[in-house]
């Protein structure tokens, strides 16, 4: 493939970077220069793009950054997007995306929701007409930045080139500061064709309207030792937050320190090892059954980098009533939003980790966590097992993720879409790894996969990716199977394939006595698709065949598609009920 | 507990905010009962005074929404008896009528009102106060044959404010000194806050 450049200068999520500014020089640049200058200085090398009529002043002046910037042709942008959340989500940067105006912009609507709900750091560079035609109904016009208020975290018109500096500066700065999440700059075409008095460029520190972090109050932070060292039965649950903070070494010396078990949220997955002695699993509608009976047990939860999302709590009502709770995040507005804390730890949990581990006692919690490991043998015995080594003739989708962990050995990046297939593999693949696990969780955005692995790759060129999807979401969108082939990316496509859109169908069976509507899909000849696109492919239906086909897929050279054909009407369980409480978890 | 409470956010002159705001409140179907922009004590900083009928828990939350927006620099929520505030109301009566039926002078007095314009044909009263006092006057008028009524948002002075200007400076520098926004200190000589 088109080796994606080395990492790049590493901008830090949650830390201002040290100032780089480009040494002030008297020169002219076109508004479309000072665009890619700021790449430049951002330490951008990759941008996810599709060209059109409103950006080609952008286009054209990229084409004298090649040497610095490699753009990658994405076949859609919605492509686009996902693939640059793919890379934020394994690289830790920020993702940039082009687009053009108009249908290229709301193009970009849905990746933007999923970065929004599962705060993901991005740039997006869009065109805009020229300034004077702004609201005539003009061609390729939409009012982009209206519609997507709502799902940016920032966003703002440039109609002068003089501002593209501080605008892209701020722009960098927002994405990826405080709890980081998507920006879209629109420049209107004559600002990209104004030439300007360009003073060179340096990095935002500060804006004084918006406090990314805030600062940490000592006193919360002693009050939740004092009841971290009370507690008999401690329960962490942490999020995203542990790895967008970076601060997964201050977390797990916060736990081994505390000894307190501790379950993840699907975004929290990878964060801590699967195999550290204190992971009890995961958290929610289809987590594991102890994670979720013993929330319902615990005197002290303790919420770390989470924000008590509805698949995680089930019915609030009946969600810990009788723990006291303890919440660090580094989003004031998540603080008592959906669970009321005790005490609210605000902060950045690489600061407020450390400051907790120093005050509280060296513990362990044996019996307690002797508790998830029965709850873990019950679900073993009820679901994992025939899960993992069916005895059945058809294939389980976690018999398949058991495959691929036995060659990957838990050091691949794992990219999901949504559905039936995405729950198995958060359930069962396994990560050594942090940054390791990159699945559209809030938004649940079928069709996220195939791109977001994509940008994945780029963001983690030296590791493993590998895309599990459903039939569903594949067809979604397959068109950046060109995007693999053009560039020569290398990722390994695994289709779970069930003839059905199976979460809908297991709800359909479950809530809606079997009645099956519009579940049942056609798929297309995946293989020889993949062939189309010059892809390598292989289909296995069969017991006997999996491990070989999957052992092909991992140690193939490039791209390899794999499809395995599983059960039609299986179902992902344990499973709590929407309604009902964490503690009505059903095993079967 | 369902009840007034009067927002106030201090924010920067942002093209674009105004939606970025609003939006706040209607993806959560909550209305809002009055909304005003103008400027602050303080120049080219702006200040939203937002009146909405809600419990303090959604307000709370409202609140903390707003104030996480970049061009926000702070948001307040404060209770009737918190703050002094008045809207404005003009209206309109047909000159002759209103001569020749009422006691103008006390009528006006009385309603702490003005004439803005006498014409031939209209006369227009403007008063301010709260929404009791400007309806009053409405139904006072409407026997005189109201033409028009109109009347303002509402703009609010919260009691025991001291003011933008000392936390415009601590925003102002880099790294803040003490807890500055988003602090989770609710209450304090009667001004909510976070």
Not at chain 1, 438 to 448: A, D, H, P, R, V
């Amino acid at each position: 493939m088109t080796q994606p450049n080395a990492m790049a200068t590493d901008t830090i999520l949650s830390t201002a970077p040290a100032a780089a500014s480009t040494a002030p020089s008297p020169r002219t640049l076109t508004g479309a220069e000072a665009v890619c200058e700021a790449l430049i200085a951002e330490g951008v090398k990759t941008i996810f793009g599709y060209p059109g009529g409103a950006i080609m002043p952008i286009y054209d002046a990229l084409y004298g950054y090649t040497d610095r910037l490699e753009h990658v042709l994405v076949r859609h942008e919605q492509g686009g997007i996902h693939a640059a959340q793919g890379y934020a989500r394994s690289s830790g940067r920020t993702g940039v995306v082009f687009a053009t105006s108009g249908p290229g912009a709301t193009n970009l609507v849905t990746g933007l929701a999923d970065a929004m709900i599962d705060s993901t750091p991005l740039v997006c560079i869009t065109g805009q007409v020229f300034a004077h035609l702004l609201g005539t109904d003009a061609f390729q016009e939409t009012d982009v930045i209206n519609i997507t208020t709502p799902i940016t975290k920032w966003n703002h018109q440039v109609t002068d080139a003089a501002e593209l500096p501080t605008v892209l500066a701020k722009a960098f700065y927002i994405a990826a500061s405080g709890r980081p999440g998507p920006v879209l700059i629109d420049i209107a075409k004559n600002a990209q064709v104004q030439s300007f008095d360009y003073k060179g460029y340096s990095q935002c520190q500060h804006i004084r309207s918006y406090r990314p972090k805030p600062v940490v109050r000592m006193r919360f932070v002693e009050e939740a030792a004092a009841l971290i060292n009370q507690a008999q039965r401690p329960f962490v649950i942490f999020g995203q937050g542990v790895i967008l903070g970076r601060a997964e070494k201050e977390f797990t010396a916060f736990l081994e320190k505390s000894g307190i078990p501790a379950a993840w949220t699907i975004l929290g997955l990878s964060a801590l090892p699967t195999d550290h002695p204190l992971n009890v699993g995961m958290l929610g509608m289809h987590g594991n059954y102890g994670p979720n009976v013993l929330t319902n047990e615990c005197d002290v939860l303790i919420a770390v980098g989470m924000r008590f999302d509805d698949r995680v709590t089930g019915r609030l009502d009946k969600y810990a009533r009788q723990a006291r709770i303890v919440h660090l995040d580094i989003d004031p507005a998540e603080i008592d939003k959906n669970i009321k804390a005790t005490i609210p730890v605000w902060g950045d949990c690489k600061e407020t980790l450390p400051l907790l581990t120093a005050l509280i006692e060296t513990k362990q919690h044996n019996t307690w966590l002797q508790r998830f490991r029965q709850c873990m043998s019950e679900e073993t015995e009820a679901v994992i097992q025939d899960e993992l080594n069916p005895t059945g003739e058809v294939l389980t989708m976690g018999e398949v993720i058991r495959e691929l962990n036995e060659c990957t050995h838990g050091n691949a990046i794992i990219v999901t879409d949504v559905g039936q297939h995405q729950m198995v593999a958060c359930r069962y693949a396994r990560f050594n790894e942090s940054k390791s696990n990159i699945t559209s969780g809030g938004l649940g955005t079928m069709g996220f996969a195939l791109p977001a692995a994509i940008g994945a790759k780029y963001g983690a060129p030296h590791r493993q990716v590998v895309a599990i999807i459903g039939d569903g979401g594949f067809q979604m969108t397959l068109q950046e199977l060109g995007t693999i082939m053009q560039f020569g990316v290398d990722v390994k496509i695994l289709i779970l394939n069930n003839n059905f859109l199976g979460m809908v169908r297991q709800w359909q069976q479950l809530f809606h006595g079997k009645r099956y509507s519009s579940v049942d899909i056609e798929s297309p000849d995946f293989v020889a698709l993949a062939k189309a696109y010059r892809i390598e492919g292989a289909t296995v239906s069969k017991r006997a065949h999996l491990a070989t086909g999957v052992r092909q897929m991992v140690s193939h050279p490039g791209s390899f598609l794999l499809e395995v054909m599983v059960g039609k009407e299986n179902n992902v369980f344990p499973m709590v009920p929407q309604g009902c409480g964490v503690g009505e978890i059903r095993l079967r | 507990m369902r009840q007034e409470y009067t927002i106030t956010v201090y924010t920067e002159n942002q093209v674009g905010l105004l939606n970025r705001i609003a939006i706040i409140f209607s993806r959560r179907k909550i209305n809002i009962e009055s909304l005003n922009t103008s400027p602050s004590e303080i120049e080219s900083i702006h200040r939203f005074t937002i009146v909405v009928n809600e419990t303090e828990d959604v307000v709370r939350k409202i609140v903390r929404q707003i104030e996480k927006q970049v061009d926000v620099l702070k948001a307040y929520f404060n209770t009737n008896e918190e703050i002094v505030w008045q809207e404005l109301a003009l209206y309109k009566v047909p000159t002759d009528e209103i001569a020749e039926k009422a006691k103008v002078e006390r009528l006006l007095r009385e309603h702490g009102a003005r004439a803005v314009v006498i014409r031939r044909d209209f006369t227009i009263f403007e008063t301010s106060g709260h929404r009791e006092e400007t309806d009053k006057l409405i139904e006072v008028l409407s026997t005189f044959g109201l033409i028009e009524f109109v009347r303002s948002a509402r703009v609010a002075i919260i009691k025991h404010s001291s003011g933008f200007h000392d936390k415009l400076k601590e925003f102002e520098e880099a790294e803040p000194r003490q807890p500055l926004a988003s602090q989770p200190v609710e209450s304090q000589q009667g001004i909510f806050s976070m």
